[in-house]
């Protein structure tokens, strides 16, 4: 069944629909795409509608990027049985390059990439593996073009490769490639939270309020930290050995667990909000923010109003 279209105003419904007629022409590869997929009569419907989309002139990216998993991953299983698959797959690795290039940062590009991911380990992992090698070559040809030339995706790609990755990661012939573009995501991630500076930025701000507490957090998230996995992350020779060093996502988390070394549930609450605007946390907003309710509880319940009222205040 085809994803429905999510619009955020009655404003914007009539507005797209009044463009419905802004379409581009068909590619020749994507028109014998459809012609491939014609004998089968959902496959096909849904790849029309994806394409038009894809081709209008004011593309609605959040739907294509949803509905781009059921074309890829869903349906994986009719274009890999066809008889110039081949010919046919390489199709969906330009798409999905060309929306990692335009689609705006946040929710689409991270859900287009996480497809772009999950699309090559499935030619990895399928029984016919050994016919799609050429494509998952290309495939991480394109996405070593795409990460090399953009460096927040590049740290974003960090936590979906070590998820996603298994029959990749192990195929004959290419165990060091996927190592390599996994090491240099790990690092990206390492360098970019760590030349950011947010523990020491944190603890300059509220130096006198976290005491010796700011030690602690210091060692926890500070320079010292980041360059001790950097380390780990040079002498990592072997992707099972890359599974050790955090990620993106492992780093984000680390960063919402320093709340954990404050016993007191007001310096728990400053932390947390110092933290909460940091853009590497924004996947973890709900959480953060759960936490800060969480804490002013406990802030009420043990200290009273008043102390409350401070920390509001401030």
């Not at 335009?102 to 497809?115: F, K, S, V």
């Not at 990620?247 to 909460?276: H, M, N, Q, T, W």
């Not at 923010?289 to 319940?301: F, P």
Request: overall charge negative; hydrophobic content about 45%; proline content about 3%.
């Amino acid at each position: 069944m085809a994803a429905e279209r999510p619009f955020e105003s009655s404003a914007l419904r009539v507005n797209l629909e009044r463009t419905r007629s802004h379409r581009g022409e068909l590619s020749a590869a994507h028109t014998a795409l459809l012609t491939a997929a014609s004998t089968q009569y959902g496959v096909a419907k849904r790849l029309r509608t994806f394409l038009e989309e894809y081709h209008h002139r004011y593309p609605d990216y959040p739907w294509l990027s949803t509905q781009l998993r059921s074309i890829v991953l869903q349906d994986f299983w009719f274009y890999e049985a066809l008889d110039d698959a081949q010919t046919h797959l390489p199709v969906f690795i330009t798409v999905m390059s060309d929306l990692l290039q335009r689609a705006t940062p946040g929710a689409d590009r991270r859900r287009i990439l996480q497809t772009f991911f999950e699309f090559v380990e499935h030619l990895a992992a399928s029984d016919r593996a050994a016919a799609h090698r050429p494509v998952v070559d290309a495939a991480l040809s394109a996405l070593e073009e795409r990460l090399g030339g953009d460096r927040d995706l590049l740290v974003l790609s960090s936590s979906m490769q070590h998820s996603i990755f298994r029959a990749t990661a192990a195929a004959h012939g290419l165990q060091a490639r996927v190592a390599a573009l996994l090491r240099d995501a790990l690092a990206a991630a390492i360098d970019s939270w760590r030349d950011g500076a947010h523990i020491e930025n944190i603890i300059d701000a509220h130096e006198e309020l976290f005491g010796n507490m700011a030690g602690e957090l210091r060692a926890y998230l500070g320079r010292d930290w980041f360059d001790a996995q950097r380390a780990r992350l040079d002498a990592a020779k072997t992707w099972e050995e890359l599974q050790g060093i955090p990620d993106d996502r492992d780093i984000a988390e680390r960063f919402r667990k320093g709340g954990e070394l404050f016993s007191s549930p007001v310096l728990r609450a400053y932390y947390i909000s110092a933290i909460l605007p940091l853009k590497g946390l924004s996947h973890l907003n709900e959480h953060l923010l759960w936490d800060l309710n969480s804490t002013l509880r406990s802030i009420h319940e043990e200290q009273g109003r008043e102390e409350m009222s401070v920390f509001l205040a401030d």
